[in-house]
C-alpha cells in the first residue's frame, strides 16, 4: 500500500504537464474568455435595467464556463491516461453529451447534505423549548459541528473535485456514485492524502504564475511610461492585469484616459489575466485526473 501511495504521489507531482497540452489550454482559455464577454454583456445589460437579459446572459456565461471546464477535463484525462488528446471540437462535443452527468451527481451528493443542514437546524430551533432545550443544545453541538464538518470535508476533497473526472473517465452518473460511496467507506485518507498535494502543486503554480505576471506587469508599466513616455497612468496599464474591464474601471471613480490606448492597455491586460487564471485550473483539472485514476488502481 506504502508503494502505491508513492507512485500515485508521483502521477499526482506529474500533473504540472497539463501546462505543455496546447489543446487543454486554449480549449479553457477560450471558454473563459467568452465567458467573460458575456459576463460583461450581463453587466451592461443590468445598467440599463434589463434584468430578464442580463439573467440570460449571466446563464449563458455559466454555461459556456461549465462546458468548456468539462470539455477541457476530457483533453486531461486523456493525456493522464497516456492517449491521444482529442481535437477541442470533440471535446466540446463530447461535453455537451456527458456533462450533465457530473451535476446529476453532485445535485445527488447535495440532496443528502442538505437533509442533514435542515435537521440539524430543526434540532437547534428544538433547543428554545423549555426544559429539553439545554440537554438538547448539549448534544447537538457537538454532533452538528463534526456532521457538517465531516460533510464539508468530503465535499472538499473527493466529491468536488472526483466528480468530474469520473464522468470524463466514461463513468455515468450511477457509477460516480457508486464511486464516491466506495472512497468514503474505504479510501478517505489516502483521497485526502492525494488531493492535499493537489492543492498545494495549485497553490504553487498559482504563485509562480502570480509573481509572473505582477512583476512583469510592474516592469512593462515602468519602461513604457518612463522608458518610452507613454502618457498612460500606472494603474491605468496594471488594471486589466487586476482583471478589470473598461466597466470595472470606470467603476472605481477614475476616468479612463488615453482613448484607444487606454482601451488597448486594459484589453491587453486582460489577456495577461486571463492566461494567468487558466494555468493553475489546467494544473488542478489534471491533478484531479490523476488522482481519480491513482485511486481507482489502489481499489
Not at 443590468?46 to 468539462?70: D, H, I, K, P, T
Not at 451527481?105 to 447535495?110: S, T
Not at 505576471?213 to 518612463?226: D, F, W
Amino acid at each position: 500500500m506504502t508503494l502505491n501511495l508513492i507512485s500515485a504521489l508521483s502521477r499526482v507531482l506529474a500533473s504540472v504537464d497539463a501546462l505543455r497540452n496546447l489543446r487543454a489550454l486554449y480549449a479553457l482559455l477560450t471558454s473563459f474568455c467568452i465567458a467573460g464577454l458575456l459576463v460583461a454583456m450581463a453587466q451592461s445589460a443590468m445598467v440599463r435595467e434589463q434584468s430578464l437579459l442580463s439573467a440570460l446572459w449571466l446563464g449563458l456565461a455559466l454555461a459556456v464556463a461549465f462546458f468548456g471546464v468539462n470539455a477541457t477535463g476530457l483533453m486531461l484525462m486523456d493525456q493522464a491516461r497516456g492517449r491521444l488528446v482529442r481535437d477541442p471540437q470533440d471535446a466540446l462535443a463530447d461535453s455537451l453529451r456527458s456533462a450533465h452527468r457530473v451535476l446529476l451527481a453532485l445535485l445527488a451528493c447535495l440532496v443528502p447534505t442538505g437533509a442533514v443542514v435542515l435537521a440539524l437546524a430543526g434540532l437547534l430551533w428544538a433547543t428554545r423549548w423549555p426544559f429539553v432545550g439545554a440537554p438538547l443544545l448539549a448534544l447537538v453541538l457537538p454532533a452538528g459541528v463534526l456532521a457538517l464538518g465531516g460533510l464539508s470535508f468530503v465535499l472538499v476533497v473527493l466529491v468536488g473535485p472526483l466528480a468530474g473526472p469520473a464522468v470524463w473517465a466514461g463513468r455515468r452518473s450511477r457509477g460516480v456514485l457508486g464511486f464516491l460511496r466506495g472512497r468514503v467507506r474505504h479510501g478517505l485518507p489516502e483521497t485526502a492524502l492525494l488531493m492535499a498535494a493537489v492543492y498545494l502543486l495549485t497553490a504553487l503554480a498559482t504563485a509562480a504564475v502570480s509573481f509572473v505576471v505582477v512583476s512583469g506587469s510592474r516592469l512593462v508599466a515602468g519602461l513604457a511610461i518612463v522608458g518610452a513616455g507613454v502618457e498612460l497612468p500606472a494603474r491605468q496599464l496594471l488594471a486589466g492585469v487586476m482583471g478589470l474591464g473598461p466597466r470595472g474601471f470606470g467603476a472605481t471613480g477614475v476616468p479612463l484616459e488615453g482613448g484607444s490606448l487606454g482601451l488597448a492597455a486594459l484589453i491587453g491586460g486582460g489577456v495577461v489575466f486571463a492566461i494567468a487564471l487558466v494555468l493553475p485550473t489546467l494544473v488542478w483539472l489534471r491533478g484531479c485526473c490523476a488522482v481519480y485514476l491513482a485511486v481507482t488502481e489502489l481499489e
